[in-house]
């Protein structure tokens, strides 16, 4: 499954619009249903205004209707890099992890940061956000 997750990353990659830092990033959600989301970074000339490639993919997860993510993958192209260093393994920034946060079980979702299909490495987002403040810290949140 990791290796399908990924792949479905790196065939969004061309996708994203990322002229201002010339990062390209893409995600891909895996659902509960089994399904995959992809996302890609939408930068824009009004610097903040830049969406993150995580967020997009569970953006359109969510779109969909489906609310839970057991996995998600990350890959990344640096096009003002050297050769060697274009890949590298791209770690969810600290909105993302929270977004990812609001739509999984820390402990259980798997954040595969990936440099290509073979090359990734795999940690739990509980490793990248312990502690973390989620749905069930609010009244309106429990379930
Ligand atoms: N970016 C993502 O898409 N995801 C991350 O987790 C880190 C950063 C994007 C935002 C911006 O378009 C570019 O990478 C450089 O920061």
């Known amino acids: 499954m990791e290796k399908k997750l990924i792949r479905s990353a790196l065939e969004a990659l061309d996708n994203s619009y990322a002229p201002y830092s010339g990062f390209n990033v893409a995600a891909a959600v895996l659902s509960d249903s089994g399904k995959i989301y992809t996302g890609v970074n939408v930068e824009n000339a009004s610097f903040p205004a830049c969406i993150c490639a995580e967020c997009n993919a569970v ?21 003002k890099a050297g050769e060697d260093d274009k890949k590298s393994y791209t770690s969810p920034c600290g909105i993302c992890r929270q977004v990812l946060r609001e739509f999984s079980e820390p402990k259980e979702l798997r954040v595969i940061m990936a440099k290509n299909e073979s090359d990734y490495k795999t940690v739990t987002l509980e490793e990248l956000l312990p502690d973390s403040f989620g749905p069930d810290s609010l009244q309106a949140g429990k379930s």
């Not at 969510?62 to 096009?79: F, M, P, Q, T």
């Open 59 to 79: 953006s359109n997860m969510v779109s969909c209707g489906e609310k839970r993510i057991s996995a998600i993958a990350v890959v990344s192209r640096d096009n």
